[in-house]
């Protein structure tokens, strides 16, 4: 059964720093997606990975895929308010795709 | 950009109604999706359709069904609406299947009660 865990689950950080998302899955798999969610708001895709090694980056998040450790990260370098949100990684296997529970993310000003 | 509108941003129903979501994507996107989303346990799939007329059940079915008649609209059906189906339902429409190479657009998401 394919089985995703996000940590940390809850994460407040100050602005300038950096830190770093993990979502682990016990299937083998090689597609992962990340969405960010803003509060009230629904989700919006930010990365889609597809092959192990990949990485992608878009401003100050950077998303990597180790699939044989089964590990994607979501790295925030100097973080800014605006990127206080919840953030999902969702793996995709066979005929199921399974999201991970959220990463709420409060950076403080 | 592209754009999917669901019918009602809030909803609030009585126990053993039938209630409708509407879903609408404008980006003639074979692929769309019914999630709903409860804290603590993320989103969960309850149906998806890869055509018109077609549906494949997802991981949480039970008490849904689903009606695609046209490319662009996807609607789920809750039969006799039960207080543990209050929830946020997430629509999405995506160019790849489920488990496809691409992302998936969400809709705004309608908040249901069922009182």
């Known amino acids: 059964e394919l089985k995703v865990e996000q940590n940390p689950l809850f994460l407040s950080m100050q602005e300038g720093k950096n830190y770093t998302i993990y979502c682990n899955y016990s299937?083998?798999?090689?597609?992962l997606y990340w969405y960010r969610q803003d509060p009230g708001k629904s989700l919006e895709s930010l990365f889609v990975l597809l092959s192990n090694g990949a990485v992608k980056q878009e401003g100050r998040l950077m998303a990597s895929l180790d699939t044989k450790a089964r590990l994607s990260t979501l790295h925030i370098t100097a973080a800014v308010h605006d990127l206080s949100a919840t953030y999902f990684c969702?793996?995709?296997?066979?005929?199921?795709?399974?999201f991970g529970k959220g990463t709420r993310l409060h950076i403080l000003p | 950009d592209v754009k999917v509108t669901q019918s009602s941003r809030y909803l609030v129903k009585r126990t053993g109604e039938k209630v409708f979501l509407e879903c609408v994507q404008d980006m003639d996107h074979e692929n769309m999706f019914w999630y709903r989303q409860d804290p603590g346990l993320g989103l969960r799939l309850i149906y998806f359709s890869y055509d018109v007329k077609m549906k494949e059940k997802g991981d949480i079915p039970e008490g849904y069904s689903v009606s695609r008649e046209k490319k662009e609209r996807f609607s789920l059906i809750l039969e006799s609406a039960s207080t543990n189906q209050t929830s946020m339902y997430l629509c999405?429409?995506?160019?790849?299947?489920?488990?496809?190479?691409?992302?998936?657009?969400f809709g705004p998401g309608t908040r249901l009660t069922v009182t």
């Open positions: 969702a793996v995709a296997l066979d005929d199921k795709i399974i």
């Open positions: 299937t083998t798999s090689d597609r």
């Open positions: 999405a429409s995506s160019l790849a299947p489920l488990t496809g190479t691409r992302e998936q657009y």
